[in-house]
């Protein structure tokens, strides 16, 4: 099975700054798309931002220019800077990792528990 344990949510006044970071551990092979999710109350869950095993990223309108996803592959680890934050990025934090489990087997699709990240003055 594949864990992922995320950490660096809190409370942060508007403009400031966090950075969540999420730790794949477990029976793992390979894993290619690491991502951040988040679901604010009553919305759906939404795609923050997404990084390959190559490094190549893709982010949220949203967010652009204001959040950056990097991943450690040494680690198994992705990270989310979250700069200029506001009000409307209130939300809980998922993160999302593609990964297979031995070298042969299919690509499983893996949540963290979520932390909850909160902008208010």
């Known amino acids: 099975q594949v864990q992922l344990v995320e950490s660096g949510g809190g409370l942060v006044q508007p403009g400031g700054s966090l950075r969540l970071s999420c730790a794949a551990s477990?029976?793992?092979?390979?894993?290619?798309?690491m991502a951040w999710y988040r679901q604010a109350p009553g919305k759906q869950r939404e795609l923050v931002a997404s990084?390959?095993?190559?490094?190549?990223?893709n982010y949220a309108t949203s967010v652009k220019g204001r959040f950056t996803i990097s991943r450690d592959n040494a680690e198994n680890t992705v990270y989310l800077q979250m700069n200029s934050l506001k009000a409307e990025d209130t939300a809980v934090y998922y993160c999302?990792?593609?990964?297979?489990?031995?070298?042969?087997?299919?690509?499983?699709?893996?949540w963290g528990q979520g932390t909850q990240v909160t902008v208010s003055s």
């Open positions: 477990g029976s793992i092979f390979s894993i290619s798309t």
């Open positions: 999302n990792v593609a990964a297979r489990q031995w070298r042969w087997g299919s690509v499983g699709s893996y």
């Open positions: 990084i390959g095993s190559g490094g190549n990223t």
